[in-house]
């Protein structure tokens, strides 16, 4: 009996496997042909191999090759790439030397209170003409024939009273210089910023594109063992189908992520002032790092007006305009100029060559009394000067204010989604765990792996967009605070 039951399981068993395969007793289960798979196409790896471009299709190398450049590493912390981007930025270059225009101004200024001194001399050699020469007896004998005059002279100019005219010039520079500074210093911080969303920017691509890959890695394990279990008869051919797609889907989106991020990688290297195709890469974090203080608003605003180079560079323009209008009023006010000079003249040819010398001391006074409305223009202008810097410095105190606030806003919202989005990648992770255990003992559809598999692969995303989102919300909160340990080099 015991020999008859053992007969007939050997013989039922094949038979009962075969019908429960047949039965469509499972979700989306059809008696259908079988789907071809695609040629099976090698998985890329990531490693510290970066990935072949495209990883799935026509191999295209040279728009992937990056070349290396002279004195660059070719991995840089953030603090490299901005020092780089300080001495390779044609954009911070070009400010720089506007700058120094404007402190070049301010040193010519200050030089008006002191003495002005000039020179001259002069050689004339006069043909055929005359002269008269003293003699020795104290005559005169006239003497024909070539002559040659050497002259030369010495001037001494120095400003008494203008009405403090020069003063206001000076401080106008001054203001001028000091705002152009500040100004200066602000472009080295939207550099900082600049930078900083590049690199972060490569980081992200970089990071999406290794997950991508992990998806079509796993999705196309998971191709392998639906193709296992309708061997065995535990899943139905359309199955196949479900996860052909998912895994083709994958590749695509590896495919874009690539893209993305050789298209980062350029411009991160052109913010710093280099090639495209520079040999130049951020370094990957090293771990969640504390991110500045979250203050309150009217503290952070506090803050910032005081901080904010742009803010100060405003009120100084402001103040630059009030001493150029006094500079132009004090047009009307009269100016005294005291001179001194000395000089020679020296004849030949003579028997005993005549020097003559002469000095002279003098003051000048001048008066305006008629300048044909040239002072009023130039006060009209300068009020309007005045009324532009002071409208410009309540518009920055309002751009303060609004990058502040949003830059706040953005950090806090920022925080709390990544704790939110690593909350979803954990979830989409058991989730995806639990569902391809039921799918194996058949307590799940293909459906349901799909779904999962899915909703894992944008937890993965957010996660990423999440960590790098922190990031950038934390330069951006320090960049409309205008803090910072940057300074000019």
């Known amino acids: 009996m015991k020999h008859l039951r053992l007969r007939y399981f050997s013989i039922a068993a094949p038979a009962l496997v075969l019908a429960w395969a047949l039965i469509p007793w499972r979700a989306g289960a059809q008696s259908l042909a079988p789907v071809e798979a695609p040629t099976p196409v090698p998985t890329p790896v990531v490693a510290t191999t970066p990935l072949p471009y495209p990883a799935y299709g026509t191999p295209a190398p040279d728009i992937s090759r990056q070349q290396p450049t002279a004195n660059v590493p070719a991995s840089v912390s953030l603090a490299q790439a901005v020092a780089i981007a300080v001495m390779g930025s044609p954009a911070f270059a070009s400010e720089r030397a506007q700058y120094r225009a404007i402190a070049a101004k301010y040193s010519s200024e200050k030089q008006a209170i002191l003495p002005n001194i000039s020179g001259s001399a002069s050689v004339t050699r006069s043909f055929g003409g005359s002269r008269v020469t003293q003699t020795g007896s104290g005559g005169t004998t006239p003497i024909g024939g070539n002559a040659t005059t050497i002259s030369g002279q010495l001037q001494l100019q120095q400003l008494i009273f203008d009405g403090g005219r020069v003063i206001a010039a000076i401080r106008t520079a001054k203001e001028s210089d000091i705002a152009g500074r500040d100004t200066l210093v602000r472009q080295l911080q939207t550099l900082d910023y600049t930078v900083a969303q590049a690199y972060y920017g ?132 009269p100016s005294i100029t005291a001179n001194a000079s000395t000089g020679y003249s020296e004849f030949l040819p003579t028997a005993t060559p005549k020097l003559i010398a002469g000095q002279s001391l003098g003051a000048t006074l001048t008066i305006p009394i008629f300048d044909q409305g040239l002072t009023n223009y130039n006060v009209a202008i300068a009020q309007s000067q005045l009324d532009q810097a002071t409208a410009g410095l309540l518009g920055t105190r309002l751009t303060v204010e609004s990058d502040v606030r949003g830059a706040l806003a953005n950090l806090i919202s920022a925080r709390a989604s990544l704790l939110q989005a690593q909350a979803e990648l954990q979830s989409a992770q058991v989730n995806q765990q639990a569902t391809q255990a039921k799918y194996r003992v058949g307590a799940a559809t293909i459906t349901d792996i799909v779904t999962a598999e899915a909703n894992l692969a944008t937890a993965q995303r957010d996660d990423i967009t999440g960590i790098y989102n922190e990031r950038l919300a934390e330069q951006r909160y320090t960049y409309a605070m205008g803090t910072g340990d940057l300074t000019l080099p």
């Open 202 to 333: 490569v980081l992200q691509a970089n990071a999406t594109v290794n997950a991508d890959a992990s998806l079509v890695r796993q999705f196309e394990t998971q191709e392998g063992a639906v193709r296992q279990q309708i061997r065995l008869g535990a899943a139905a051919r359309s199955d196949l189908a479900a996860a052909q797609f998912q895994t083709a889907q994958a590749r695509g989106a590896l495919i874009t992520a690539q893209g993305t991020a050789i298209g980062a990688q350029a411009t991160f290297a052109t913010d710093l002032g280099l090639n495209a195709d520079a040999l130049v890469n951020p370094q990957p974090l090293a771990g969640a790092g504390s991110g500045p203080k979250v203050l309150a608003y009217a503290q952070s605003l506090d803050e910032a007006l005081a901080l904010r180079p742009d803010y100060l560079s405003a009120e100084h323009t402001v103040q630059s305009a009030q001493q150029n209008v006094r500079y132009a009023k004090l047009g009307r006010f």
